[in-house]
């Protein structure tokens, strides 16, 4: 796993919690590491460990963990500068959405040992849904997509619902609707948002460091 990732947990935990929290995660995962470099590689079963650690200590599902940490990604990612960096830029949600595979292969290209996922996203042009099919070597993480993509639609200020529909169970592609909506979705108040208390937002983001 990308160092950034890791590094990404962090500043997620220090957002919603404190030091000490995360040095307690960091212990309960047994991390061998004193800090994560943000352009060096990691053994996926770090991130896993981070995770469930991350659950035990917050009191939360290991879904809710990934899912919040989606939503703070998609914010985060941004003041890492990897638009500028990869000559990209896109004015709104559904554009950057269907240029979300390019943003990836590019990344992956620019980061030698960079594994990220594969999107193929269309646009249905009669009801404007979008269909997304994602598809991962690393298993479970549909919780953190899902999550990445409520924070997009928070960051480009549109509202979203996505349903996430069955798994090809011949390749492991996960299958994504992402309907716009004209007003904030009603049927479910907890869906889409951060479930840690005062944090619902994002608003405020740490400055991102490189050790």
Known sequence: M????????????????????????KNQAEVPYMCFIQTEQYPDSITYDL??????????????????????????????????????SYDDFDQFMLNLDDLHS??????????????????NEEDGILNVRYR??????????EGVFEGLAERFDVDIRIDHEQVDSEDDTEKYRITRQSSPATTDPARGRCPF???DGFEELPESAED
């Open 51 to 88: 995770v469930m650690a991350a659950s035990d200590v917050l009191g939360l599902e290991p879904a809710d963990v990934l899912s919040g940490f989606g939503r703070f990604w998609a914010k985060y990612s941004e003041t890492l500068g990897y638009n500028s960096l990869l000559g990209l």
């Open 136 to 145: 991962s070597h690393r298993p479970g993480l549909s919780p953190f997509v």
């Open 106 to 123: 590019r990344i992956a290209l620019s980061f030698p040992g960079s594994k990220p996922p594969s999107f193929k996203v269309t646009c």
């Open 2 to 25: 990308d160092g950034v990732i890791n590094k990404g947990i962090e500043q997620f935990v220090l957002l919603i919690a404190d030091e000490e929290t995360w040095c307690r995660i």
């Open 197 to 199: 208390s005062g944090t």
